[in-house]
């Protein structure tokens, strides 16, 4: 069975700080890891993706990710937080073209 | 394209109502989940299709919830009867089948209050 732990429901950063936001998972086989961030009111909005190769993915928006398979961690990070990153992050697994299986999310909230 | 349309945006019906939730997908995507999503319980993947053929409900939660998908670009799901506790955004996603592995791109979610 996969699964997806995201350890913190709210991170609290400055403007201007670096983020990051944890993940660790679960999965038989190769795991396939994404990053979702869904606005108030809004849909899942797909961030990045790693399925194989640089352990560190970049994506949409200034984000990027690090694959750790030692820790089996796919934490999220971005160099400089804006008050628009403002968001709930959905860290999420598969094991091949299987449904994503979600974490709960982790609300950010960036203060000016 | 004007990605995963869902229809209506919000719902608010009383208990033992019948609610029906709308699904276009993105055109060319061969996959089609739903999910349920709460405070407690986060986002659920409820059931997928494949081709329009149901692969996966073991997360329908009951009897009550239905859903079907007569042609590539439609899928409902149906709550009979409804009841408070099945109050939360229900989201469609789309994904291809193209080789690789892909994201799943959402829709923007029906809010659902059952009173």
């Known amino acids: 069975a996969q699964s997806v732990a995201q350890p913190e429901d709210q991170v609290n950063v400055a403007e201007g700080n670096p983020l990051t936001v944890k993940c660790t998972y679960s999965?038989?086989?190769?795991?396939?890891l994404f990053w979702y961030v869904q606005y108030p009111n809004r849909g899942l909005q797909f961030l990045l993706k790693y399925i194989t190769g640089d352990n560190l993915v970049k994506g949409s928006y200034g984000f990027e990710a690090e694959f750790n398979k030692s820790q089996t961690s796919f934490h999220l990070k971005k160099p400089s937080a804006l008050v628009s990153d403002s968001a709930l992050y959905f860290c999420?697994?598969?094991?091949?073209?299987?449904?994503?299986?979600f974490g709960k999310g982790t609300r950010l909230s960036v203060i000016a | 394209d004007a990605g995963v349309i869902q229809s209506p945006r919000h719902e608010v019906t009383e208990m033992g109502q019948e609610v029906t939730l709308r699904c276009k997908p993105i055109?060319?995507?061969?996959?089609l989940f739903w999910y349920r999503q709460t405070m407690m319980r986060g986002l659920e993947l409820l059931i997928y299709?494949?081709?329009?053929?149901?692969?996966?409900d073991s997360g329908m939660p009951e009897d009550r919830f239905s859903a079907k998908m007569p042609n590539a670009s439609f899928s409902t799901l149906k709550i009979q009867p409804s009841e408070p506790r099945d109050s939360a955004v229900y989201f469609c996603a789309s994904r291809p089948l193209a080789s690789g592995i892909h994201e799943q791109y959402f829709g923007p979610g029906t809010r659902l209050t059952v009173t």
């Open positions: 999420a697994v598969s094991s091949g073209n299987t449904p994503l299986v």
């Open positions: 055109s060319g995507h061969d996959y």
């Open positions: 299709f494949n081709n329009n053929v149901p692969i996966d």
């Open positions: 999965v038989s086989g190769n795991p396939y």
